[in-house]
């Protein structure tokens, strides 16, 4: 929710009618604990006497609140209230308080502008001091390398290709290419209807996301299919993100499952469209063996090694974060699913020769998320020629390499455990959840989209739409107890312009999905998960630059729906004035 920062008590100690009607707004937007945006005790009394008279929604408290100014004789109006003896005269009043809301929220934007949050800032779900953390651990794909879109653009024809050519489909599916802009992570899938839907936190479908091939299915066909918009549980993968018999919804955590995506709805448009009759089971699985191979036969690992200025985006200061660490003593680890030439070739791009030199051990081809759950690999050394040794490892010794293993012996072997132990990466499930809910480590999420959500939701066309339409929602709330015709329409002219914004709102960041973290009010599926697996998250490494190693960083405490905070309000602490302080972002869509 977007919320009003208390430094604007200075603005409201100067004019007593903006003051009034803040209030009556922030009623509208948080529903109690108005008290908290106001400095001394006096002014705190006021503002629950207003508070009060607001929330009890009668013509009588409107008079009380707005009337003085406006010149509206509230009076009458609370007269024709209860008696609703006028039609007319009842919508006139609802559209002046509509009216003079609108009017006062707009006043407020300017103010509410100036409270950025700067994209740099890493955000807290779980309290958390580096002060304790003796050891950092990573992944390497999207959290110490960072790609190009035209890897996902040669991943995405390499895959094609090898459909049309190993598999057999039409040869027309050339004329498909990718498109950067179409899906975003954290969607699911329905294997057997052959849909791409974004899902929240309790399970619901957001109408106006669900595609079939490129093309949106209409609201009213998508609540027939499910009856309704609710997926149940036993539909869903389990909590850890696997999926077994009978799940039908395969959900996209992984960056580079974007050309996936968008390949499924190609291949299903191109049915589609020349009335191919298929199976929706045999495409999702050829299209998954099909992206399998881009990896598995390492065409994308000798793509990017033969042209990694392409490949690579070199600007993540990974370098500076590794050294700042090196140089406070901290142990550092590095675990990942990709080979050891691939990784090599990238961290001599991106850190240097001397990249071996900063990290203690060294696992590639681990094989996440079994590494973390499989007790049966035991660990390999692997020379720098890719040469596999035979004898057993006692120890993980500094300036080796080592090939799969698993997390039980890595303990073993280490001795790190717990919560001094912080871990990086980007996938929520593979990365972040057997570490965080089984091992007891930190864990920290890399989430790239996040730095362009946040510039978004700092302009203000983005803070403008969402300021009226919180506003708006709240008269809804309100207002909404008159049950006379006349009000009725009026109410419902005001919910079709609520839901027009909320498209509004959603198209900003994605025109066919929306923000990854949110389907409109609920978190998302994606966000709900990200809350419980990761303790920190920001848009990348170099993040940590802006901290020193005795930071630590609190969550913000956001009152729960039956709470009123008894607390004040402070300015985010991801305002672009900091950039060494920390906050939970609440991004809304």
């Not at 529903?31 to 009394?45: C, D, E, K, L, V």
């Not at 406070?328 to 990942?336: H, P």
Request: aromatic content about 12%.
């Amino acid at each position: 929710m977007l919320l009003l920062p208390q430094s604007f008590s200075s603005l409201l100690k100067n004019n007593d009618y903006l003051q009034k009607l803040f209030i009556c707004c922030s009623a509208i937007h948080t529903h109690h604990g108005i008290p908290r945006y106001f400095a001394n005790r006096a002014q705190r009394r006021k503002a629950r006497f207003w508070e009060r008279n607001f929330c009890a929604v009668s013509c009588r408290h409107a008079e009380q609140v707005l009337g003085q100014q406006t010149g509206v004789n509230y009076a009458k109006k609370a007269t024709m209230c209860s008696s609703s003896s006028s039609g007319q005269d009842m919508t006139n009043w609802l559209w002046s308080i509509y009216n003079e809301t609108k009017k006062q929220t707009e006043a407020l934007i300017p103010e509410i502008s100036k409270n950025s949050v700067n994209p740099n800032t890493i955000f807290a779900n779980n309290e958390m001091s580096l002060d304790n953390i003796e050891i950092y651990g990573f992944d390497y794909d999207y959290t110490l390398a960072f790609y190009s879109r035209r890897l996902h653009t040669l991943i995405f024809n390499i895959a094609r290709d090898i459909l049309i050519q190993e598999h057999r489909y039409p040869e027309g599916l050339q004329e498909y290419e990718y498109t950067p802009d179409f899906v975003i992570r954290g969607l699911h899938y329905d294997v057997q209807k052959a849909l791409l839907m974004k899902i929240d936190a309790f399970h619901y479908i957001q109408l106006g996301t669900v595609y079939r091939g490129l093309h949106p299915v209409p609201d009213k066909e998508v609540i027939a299919m499910y009856d309704g918009s609710h997926v149940p549980l036993e539909n869903m993968s389990d909590f850890y993100g696997k999926s077994s018999h009978g799940h039908t919804m395969k959900q996209y955590m992984d960056i580079f499952s974007l050309p996936e995506m968008n390949l499924l709805c190609c291949v299903n448009d191109y049915f589609m469209k020349h009335n191919i009759d298929y199976e929706p089971v045999h495409l999702y699985k050829d299209v998954k063996a099909a992206i399998g191979d881009v990896h598995v036969k390492g065409i994308l690992y000798r793509a990017v090694e033969a042209d990694i200025e392409n490949y690579i985006s070199y600007g993540e200061q990974t370098h500076a974060v590794l050294k700042k660490l090196y140089e406070d003593g901290k142990k550092m680890f590095l675990i990942t699913n990709s080979p050891f030439d691939f990784v090599d070739r990238g961290m001599n791009y991106i850190v240097g020769t001397e990249w071996r030199e900063l990290f203690d051990i060294v696992i590639v081809q681990a094989d996440k998320p079994g590494f973390f759950n499989d007790r049966r690999k035991p660990f390999r050394r692997v020379t720098d020629k890719g040469v596999l040794h035979w004898d057993r490892i006692h120890k993980l010794e500094k300036g080796n390499i080592y090939k799969q293993g698993n997390l039980y012996e890595f303990l073993r072997l280490t001795g790190w455990r717990g919560s001094k132990v912080l871990y990086f990466g980007d996938h929520i499930y593979s990365d972040l959840a057997d570490l965080t809910l089984k091992h007891g480590w930190r864990t920290g999420a890399i989430i790239p989209e996040l730095r362009k959500e946040v510039k978004i939701m700092n302009t203000k066309e983005y803070v403008h739409l969402m300021t009226w339409l919180q506003g708006l929602t709240g008269l809804i709330e309100h207002m909404q107890v008159h049950r006379d015709p006349a009000s009725q329409a009026v109410v419902q002219e005001w919910i079709k312009e609520r839901e027009a914004m909320r498209s509004q709102t959603k198209n900003i960041f994605n025109a066919q999905f929306g923000s990854l973290f949110r389907t409109y009010h609920n978190p998302t599926y994606f966000s709900r998960r990200l809350s419980r697996f990761a303790d920190i998250y920001m848009a990348s490494l170099s993040c940590l630059l802006n901290y020193d190693f005795q930071h630590t960083f609190f969550p913000r405490r956001t009152p729960l729906q039956h709470e009123s905070p008894f607390w004040p309000e402070q300015t985010s602490a991801g305002t672009l004035e900091s950039n060494t302080t920390n906050t939970c972002v609440d991004l809304v869509k």
